[in-house]
Every structure is written in C-alpha cells, then in structure tokens.
C-alpha cells in the first residue's frame, strides 16, 4: 500500500486550525454550563403551567380572556398565555372573564374591585379568575 | 409515538434525496448527507403536508396519518423504481489518507462535548429560551389543536395584549408545524420532548450537512475541520434554544452544498437545492429574503452558462414550498410584522443618520468576536487554514461557487439594512438578535469558504510501497525506492 506524506505546510494548517476549534468548543462549553447553573429555569413556564392548570380545566376551550396582574412584565403575560393555550388572552374578552396572575398574596377581590372586576375563584398560588362587573 | 413521527419524515426526505442524488463511494458520506438531508427536508414535506391537511380538510389527526403514509408509500415506490437509474459517483478524497485520520478523534471529542452540553443547557431550560416558548412552541401548541382553534396560531389577537412583536403570528409555519405534527401524532400537546427532538436533529442533521458535502465534493480532511469550525461557533449555544435560527442556517446551507454538488455532474440535485430554498422561507421572514436573492442568482447562473434545465429542476423543488408560504404570508397571516408599518418616509429618515451606521458596525464587531473564544474565532479558523493551504483560485472563479457566494453575501447585506430601518429601539434590537442571526451564516460561510480552500490531501507525496524481495541464505536485502509526487494545483 503506497505511504502519503504531506508537506509540512499543509499539516501546520491543518493541524493549527484543528487545535484552535477544539479549544474554541471547550472554552464555549465551559462558559456555557456556568451560564446554564445561573439561568436554570429562568422564565418558570412549568411551572405556570402548574399554576394555571386548573383555572384553565374551567374555561372552555376555545374561550378568550382578560388579565391583570400585579406586575407588567411581558415575559410573565407571554407564559401565561403559553399555559392557556387554547384560550387566548384579548384585551376585551367577549365571556367578560378575566385572568389574574399575582406574584405575591393580596386582597384579590380588592383589586378586582378597583378595577370594575368582580373575583369568581382563587384557585391559589396567586390565581384567580374575575368576572367584569355590572 | 414521537419516534415514528421522526422516523415517519426522515424516511420521505432520505428516500427523495436518495432519488435525486447519485450514489456516493464512500458510504459514510452517502449515509451522512442523503440522512441529514432527509431529516430536515423530511420536516419541511411534512410540515407542509400538516399545514394543508387543516387547511383543506380541517384539524385531523387520522387524515394527517393517512396523509403522510400514503406520501411514504409514494416515496417508496418511486425509490425501488428509479433504483436501476442511480449514477455511481466516488468522491476521491472523502476518506482519510495516511496521517489525516488523526483529525476524527478530537472530532468525535468536540461532537460528544456538544451533546453534553445540548443535554447540560436542555435541562436547564427544557422550555427552551424566550422565543421559543413565546413564540415557535407557543404557535404550535394552537396549531396542535383539534379543533376551529387551531387557527389562532395566526391570529392578529395573538399580539394584541403583549403588544406589536411578542408572538408573531405572521411568522412562517415550518418549524411550529412540524412540532404541533408531532403533538398530534403524540397526543401529548405541550409535551417537551418534541420541541427538543426537533432542535437536537436540526442541529445534528446541520453538522451532518457540512460534514458529508465537503467530503463529497472537496476532500475528508476540509470536511473535519469543516465541522470542528463551526462547533466552535455559537452555533454549539443556540442550538438547544429550540428557535428558528438554527433550522433556517440548515436550510441556507443545504442550498448552497446541493447546488455545488448538483453543478459537479448531478443535475436533479438542483431540484434539491430549490426545495432546501423554499422551506427556508417557509421557516423565517429572513428565509423570503433568501428565496428572492437566490432565486435572482440561480436564474442569472442558469441563464448565462446555458443551464436552462437546472433552473427548471431548481424551479420544480422550490415551487410547492413557496407557494404556500406567500399564500400563507400575503392571505392568512395578519400585518403584525415589525417592518408591517414602515414608510418610506421612515426609511429614508433611517437610511440617512449616520449614528445608526455606527451603532450597526460596533455591534457587528462586538458579536463578531463573541462568536468565538478569543483567537478560536471562525474567520481565524479559516483565514489560517488558507493562509497555509492557499485558496484554489480556479473553483472561486466557478459560476456556481460566485452564485452562492454572491448569495450568502447580499442576504449579510440585507439583515444589515433591515437592522437600518428597523422600527424598534436599534440597541435592544441588535442586542437581542444579531448574536443568534450569525447562526445563519456560519454553516454556508465556513461550507463556502472552505469549498474553495486548497484540501491537505491534494498537496499529498505519494510514495509506493517498497517491493518485498526474498532474504537470501540469512542475509536481509534492502531495494532502493523511489518516489513520484502526486501535487494538483
């Protein structure tokens, strides 16, 4: 079987761009699970799944609903809405119910109050469910 | 269940690969690039398959299983009858010669690095990252229904709370398709393994792509480093975010490799390359962009080297997936784009304020380094290599090798003007996309590049092996050898 040698330009090159990958993929993964301890779980949706699960067995399938909540952040709105599917959220839901997702425990029906919401359920881990008001 | 839905759609994609692409010696790189490619054309035919079964007959899972076994029969049939009609090609440099097997233990160490790290970065956000669960998986879980509802994935009302931008309902339905498919073979809507089945294959089937399309039509030792390149990019980051970008990088790439292995003698590869094209519109609104700048460059390859018929074949592969994309795009998706309500006004306004060049350039500079580790970055990777090996002028003087080039290049200078007109706040727009949009590219940019690099095989010196003689009463005798030297420019 005939022996193939390379010029020693050719191994350099490859040799060089091979070792500087390998190293670039160790440094990615080294930075990488240090970044993925800090951010485990870091937007929850399971567990909104969780918190929503039995508000959403109550609403019917192909229904929209209002939300409020205590904070404004979009990424909570987003999961709550990830948890809902199907029912979609709206800003003027047709059935008049709304959603309440809260971070922390309240006077829910005061709240509801304040904004012509009239509470219907509190299923817990600060959700409920409001009816619109007369 | 979710296996045999994978199975299901790579079998079609491998089988319609392997109709239209010769057989290939080695094996490995046949096996590797017709079940790469099969894995996500697979995805793109069955999405579009899911997508108009709801269309035209509704939200059902027995005429979706109907659907795609008749579609495997199909594929079968036409396989075992054009079985005799299958050129044989040998891609004379895809195994590994002398010293250069050297490359695939550190290779296999980086490819099992990056599963570890898909697994490591899966477990910790099994959801995936922001997008995905507000976005691609969340359209899928509407998609997946089986009811009326299943139309809200494009519904205008998906935006209205959370404000212009946060679902998209007017993205393109591949990759929320082909997961909600899933789901619906499944039964088990919102179950995470399909999102990250899918993300894990496209990943894979991506390196698999680069890895067998420069063996084929290059040589082993540029399509090791090939792969070793681009799992050293971001690319090993994002995958496991469970996003579009990954898959629209595959589809780029899968373009450009069928064109130049179409152009190397194997016409209806072409078709191939225009379907490749056709599910990346069907993938991302980047994807139009793609689709318009390579089909502008196909026609004008096609049409000034006197390959009419190519086009056709380019043309034939393409057709289906685009027109259900502009269908989908201009008759059913809602005007919630984030460039739906730009004016020429504000594009002229844009295009003339020069504090926006700049902020575009620092942060191409910024992420540009960031896609590495220091001098492990890509275009360092490969600006040594062909500092070392030299570039083969001859092949980047190729018709082919200038379309795609020119390709990837103007659709680069394309995401840069839509970052110059874009109506949202520019930092925060760059900020949270320019990073993964470099995932796009790297998979061409590294198969482009190094298509036209000078491989280590052919500066090879072949030396024959030494004659055996017969030893003579205890005595060893040694032969002269002689040398021929085997180097192509």
Known sequence: ?134 | MLLLAVLVSTAVGYLLASILLPVYKPAWADLLLKTSLGIGLGMGITSCFFFLDRLVIGPSSAVSFVTEFLLLAAAVSAFWFTRDARAQRTAAYANPRGILWWLLPPFLAVLALSVFLFINSTASNPYGAWDAWAIWNQRAKFLAQPDASWRRAFSPLLNEVAGAGATHPDYPMLLSGYIARCWSWTGAIGDVAAPIAVAALFSAATIGVLVSALAIVRAWSLAILGGLILLSTAFLVVGPWQYADVPVGYFYLSSFALLLIADANAEPAFCLSGLAMGFAAWTKNEGLLFALLAAVAMTAYALTNRRRKALLWFAAGALVPLAITFSFRFAMAPETGTYAHVSFADVAHRAVDGSRYLRIVKSLWVESVDQGAGLANPVISIGLLMAFLKMASARLRQPVTIAALGTLLAVFAGYLFTYLITPLDLKWHLDTSLYRLFVHFWPSFIFLLLSVSRAAEETAIEAPAPARSEPAAGKTKRKGRSESAARRS
Request: glycine share 10%.
């Open chain 1, 1 to 134: 079987m005939a022996t193939v040698r390379y010029p020693i330009q050719a191994l350099l090159g490859v040799g060089i761009t091979a070792a500087l990958s390998v190293y670039g993929s160790f440094s990615f993964y080294d930075q990488q699970t240090a970044r993925n301890k800090m951010q485990e779980n870091a937007f929850q949706v399971g567990l909104e799944e969780q918190r929503f699960a039995a508000l959403k067995h109550d609403l019917p399938a192909d229904g929209m609903v209002g939300y409020v909540s205590d904070l404004s952040d979009n990424g909570i709105l987003l999961a709550a809405q990830y948890a809902l599917v199907p029912v979609l959220i709206v800003n003027r839901p047709p059935s008049g119910l709304v959603v309440g997702s809260f971070s922390r425990p309240m006077d829910y029906a005061e709240f509801g109050r304040a904004r012509g919401l009239v509470l219907v359920k509190d299923y817990g881990e600060g959700i409920t469910l409001y009816r619109k008001g007369p």
